[in-house]
C-alpha cells in the first residue's frame, strides 16, 4: 500500500513563498509518476504539476512559472516549491502517485493534505 504524508503547508503573505514536501512509502518513485493537486473552498480538486518516472513535468497554467515540483528518490520526497504565492492559491494541496495514460496524469493515491493559505 502506497503511503504519502505531505508537510509544508501554512499562512502566507500574497508574494511570498512556501516549500510542501510529501514522504512516500517503499519504491514509489520508480513505479508511479508522482502529482500535486489543489481543492479550493467550494471547488474541486484540480492538477497542479505532475512529474513522470523519467523526470519530466507538467503544470497548470495558473502556476507555471511560479511552482517547480521536484524529487529527491534518496529521500522518496517529492517537493514542490511554490513561488510569488497569491490568495487565489489558496487550497488543500495533496500530494498523489499515479499513472499515466499517454499524456495524461491518473493519480491512484492521496495523502492526506497540507493547507495553504495565502493573505492578500
Known amino acids: 500500500q502506497v503511503q504519502l504524508v505531505e508537510s509544508g503547508g501554512g499562512l502566507v503573505q500574497a508574494g511570498g513563498s512556501l516549500r510542501l514536501s510529501c514522504a512516500a512509502s517503499?519504491?514509489?518513485?520508480?513505479?508511479?509518476?508522482m502529482g500535486w493537486h489543489r481543492q479550493a473552498p467550494g471547488a474541486e480538486r484540480e492538477l497542479v504539476a505532475h512529474i513522470s518516472r523519467d523526470g519530466s513535468s507538467f503544470y497548470a497554467d495558473a502556476v507555471k512559472g511560479r511552482f517547480t515540483i521536484s524529487r529527491d528518490m534518496a529521500k522518496n520526497t517529492l517537493y514542490l516549491e511554490m513561488n510569488s504565492l497569491k490568495p487565489e492559491d489558496t487550497g488543500m494541496f495533496y500530494c498523489?502517485?499515479?499513472?499515466?495514460?499517454?499524456?495524461?496524469?491518473?493519480?491512484?493515491?492521496w495523502g492526506q493534505g497540507t493547507q495553504v493559505t495565502v493573505s492578500s
Open positions: 517503499g519504491s514509489v518513485f520508480s513505479i508511479y509518476g
Open positions: 498523489t502517485a499515479g499513472i499515466f495514460s499517454g499524456k495524461n496524469y491518473l493519480p491512484k493515491f
